[in-house]
């Protein structure tokens, strides 16, 4: 089993930044990659960007240089750095790992881009 827990999201005004952590608990020997997913009211959820054990990242086409995921494997956590922010970044930013038991979803942390 493997816990996942999200921080740093909160409302931030257009062209701000923000920091989002997730931290991993529990059988980490497992995970294979880990990664961040969004989700709007009404919408699917969507990937945003992924990184593995051995730290090779993936990006949606839409970030555009925005967004840098970061892996701390001493700390078990994954990071997402989010530059420029727009309100079309609103959203539940969720993290994901991807072990060899399943795959796995924290409860997201909520960012609202509002002047």
């Known amino acids: 089993q493997l816990q996942l827990v999200e921080s740093g999201g909160g409302l931030v005004q257009p062209g701000g930044s923000l920091r989002l952590s997730c931290a991993a608990s529990g059988s980490i020997f497992s995970i294979n990659a880990m990664g961040w997913f969004r989700q709007t009211l009404g919408k699917r959820r969507e990937l945003v960007a992924t990184i593995t054990s051995g730290g090779s990242t993936n990006y949606a086409n839409y970030v555009q240089g925005r967004f840098t995921i970061s892996r701390d494997n001493a700390k078990n956590t994954v990071n997402l750095q989010i530059n420029s922010l727009e309100p079309e970044d609103t959203a539940v930013y969720y993290c994901?790992?991807?072990?060899?038991?399943?795959?796995?979803w924290g409860k997201g942390t909520l960012v609202t881009v509002s002047s």
């Open positions: 994901n790992a991807a072990s060899t038991c399943g795959g796995y």
